[in-house]
């Protein structure tokens, strides 16, 4: 299992699209068994969850993320968790122990990244 983070550093980043890299963690039975990042391409419409599929992802942590990317994932059978924050590896691990459940933070004004999450 590939669980991505999108990240800004080591944390969960408050908007999927606008994050600088997204942190991947290989899990084997509910543990990390490898860790990578992989930059961030760029934000355009509908591009990143292909990408992140085409790069293994088989869940998707965020602190938010807009809704046609959340269909997109959904689609492509890539779960969705937003609503998260601080460490990305704590939230890979919290997703891991089943401690990390999705709040539905969906954002849906993209000039305004920086409040998803409300």
Avoid: Q, W
Avoid at 39 to 53: D, S, V, Y
Wanted: with cysteine; hydrophobic share 35%.
């Amino acid at each position: 299992m590939r669980i991505v983070v999108a990240s800004d550093g080591e944390n969960v980043t408050g908007h999927f699209g606008h994050c600088g890299s997204f942190r991947t963690f290989d899990a084997e039975n509910g543990k990390i068994t490898a860790a990578g990042a992989i930059e961030n391409p760029g934000h355009r419409p509908n591009f990143l969850p292909m990408f992140l599929k085409e790069n293994g992802a088989d869940v998707i942590i965020s602190g938010g993320m807009g809704a046609a990317a959340v269909d997109l994932f959904n689609k492509n059978g890539i779960e969705v968790i937003i609503g998260a924050a601080g460490d990305a590896r704590t939230a890979a691990e919290r997703y891991l122990k089943g401690d990390l459940k999705s709040t539905g933070s969906v954002c849906h004004e993209h000039m305004h990244h920086d409040d998803c999450g409300e």
